[in-house]
């Protein structure tokens, strides 16, 4: 991608109106849920898999895994998280109870009487394991993918920023749209083809207004609160549901070293390494993340 391409799609960062003219557009099915308009996908028959995606790129990152389930026999449903994609961009907290809620209502209205395997990714680590503290009766198996919400989290000195009172919110909406775009693709390890239409994508949903007001409060209220992230993983501990957890040991944005926490708190689950592999590899390598996850799922 050269520089014209870059300085264009950042200069229709936040400027437009998520409305139901652009929504008329998108692919997908749109639903008026209590926590907010949500953009979601489902398609499939059979057993019913929920897909839960990360901190800031939309239901897209799923892409191989949701084709990969459906091709193979399953239901499966992807959803965009408030703030994200084209899902509204509502005046709320975005926290684990913001998010959990959301995926509670999404289910309760179109999946209402199905227990499911539940997948998360990055900051999808959180709202999954909180949605599963809340709803213990709904979810068979968890997989996370690189899951955020350690309390052993060293965060980076630009993260350590933004939680300085009026400064971090200040820094954040002048440099946050460039940074997450220039920082979306940067763990693109083995499909470095992709990469150019990864960042158009990102920059779609990037282009509807406060996508940087509900990404500075996911970071601020769920990436850096931990504490409340770590009690919903023990209450997966104690309930023992069967988990299965894959991290890339060179992964950047939530460091490999966490997984020694996590299996501090979660001794049940089942552990894989990926080595050399970023915080991406979901879509990087997602013939080898779904060979792992569907071997899990049918076991």
Same mark, same amino acid.
């Given at each position: 991608?050269? !520089?014209?391409?870059? !300085?264009?799609?950042?200069?229709?960062?936040?400027?437009?109106?998520?409305?139901?003219?652009?929504?008329?557009?998108?692919?997908?099915?749109?639903?008026?849920?209590?926590?907010?308009?949500?953009?979601?996908?489902?398609?499939?028959?059979?057993?019913?898999?929920?897909?839960?995606?990360?901190?800031?790129?939309?239901?897209?990152?799923?892409?191989?895994?949701?084709?990969?389930?459906?091709?193979?026999?399953?239901?499966?449903?992807?959803?965009?998280?408030?703030?994200?994609?084209?899902?509204?961009?509502?005046?709320?907290?975005?926290?684990?109870?913001?998010?959990?809620?959301?995926?509670?209502?999404?289910? !309760?209205?179109?999946?209402?009487?199905?227990?499911?395997?539940?997948?998360?990714?990055?900051?999808?680590?959180?709202?999954?394991?909180?949605?599963?503290?809340?709803?213990?009766?709904?979810?068979?198996?968890?997989?996370?993918?690189?899951?955020?919400?350690?309390?052993?989290?060293?965060?980076?000195?630009?993260?350590?920023?933004?939680?300085?009172?009026?400064?971090?919110?200040?820094?954040?909406?002048?440099?946050?749209?460039?940074?997450?775009?220039?920082?979306?693709?940067?763990?693109?390890?083995?499909?470095?083809?992709?990469?150019?239409?990864?960042?158009?994508?990102?920059?779609?949903?990037?282009?509807?207004?406060?996508?940087?007001?509900?990404?500075?409060?996911?970071?601020?209220?769920?990436?850096?609160?931990?504490?409340?992230?770590? !009690?919903?993983?023990?209450?997966?501990?104690?309930?023992?549901?069967?988990?299965?957890?894959?991290?890339?040991?060179?992964?950047?944005?939530?460091?490999?070293?966490?997984?020694?926490?996590?299996?501090?708190?979660?001794?049940?689950?089942?552990?894989?390494?990926?080595?050399?592999?970023?915080?991406?590899?979901?879509?990087?390598?997602?013939?080898?993340?779904?060979?792992?996850?569907?071997?899990?799922?049918?076991?």
């Amino acid at each position: 991608m050269d !520089k014209s391409e870059v !300085k264009k799609l950042l200069a229709a960062a936040q400027t437009l109106e998520l409305d139901d003219k652009a929504r008329a557009g998108a692919d997908g099915s749109f639903i008026e849920l209590k926590s907010g308009n949500t953009h979601y996908q489902i398609e499939g028959e059979g057993e019913l898999i929920v897909l839960v995606h990360g901190y800031s790129t939309p239901y897209f990152i799923y892409d191989k895994i949701y084709n990969a389930l459906i091709a193979d026999g399953y239901k499966v449903l992807r959803y965009d998280l408030l703030g994200r994609g084209m899902s509204e961009r509502v005046d709320e907290v975005y926290n684990t109870e913001l998010f959990a809620k959301q995926l509670e209502e999404l289910c !309760k209205a179109i999946v209402p009487n199905e227990k499911f395997v539940l997948i998360g990714t990055s900051m999808g680590g959180s709202i999954t394991s909180e949605f599963c503290r809340r709803n213990p009766e709904k979810v068979k198996k968890l997989i996370l993918l690189a899951p955020a919400g350690m309390d052993s989290f060293k965060a980076p000195f630009y993260m350590k920023m933004c939680k300085i009172p009026g400064f971090g919110k200040w820094i954040f909406s002048k440099i946050g749209a460039k940074s997450l775009f220039n920082g979306c693709a940067r763990e693109m390890i083995y499909s470095k083809d992709e990469i150019d239409d990864y960042q158009r994508r990102f920059a779609y949903s990037m282009q509807y207004k406060n996508f940087v007001r509900s990404t500075f409060s996911s970071l601020i209220n769920t990436i850096l609160n931990t504490e409340e992230t770590v !009690k919903a993983y023990f209450a997966l501990a104690e309930r023992k549901l069967p988990m299965l957890v894959i991290w890339g040991t060179a992964d950047r944005t939530m460091p490999y070293y966490q997984i020694e926490r996590m299996k501090e708190i979660c001794p049940h689950a089942k552990y894989i390494t990926y080595e050399g592999s970023g915080h991406i590899f979901l879509y990087d390598e997602g013939e080898r993340t779904y060979k792992d996850i569907i071997k899990f799922i049918k076991k």
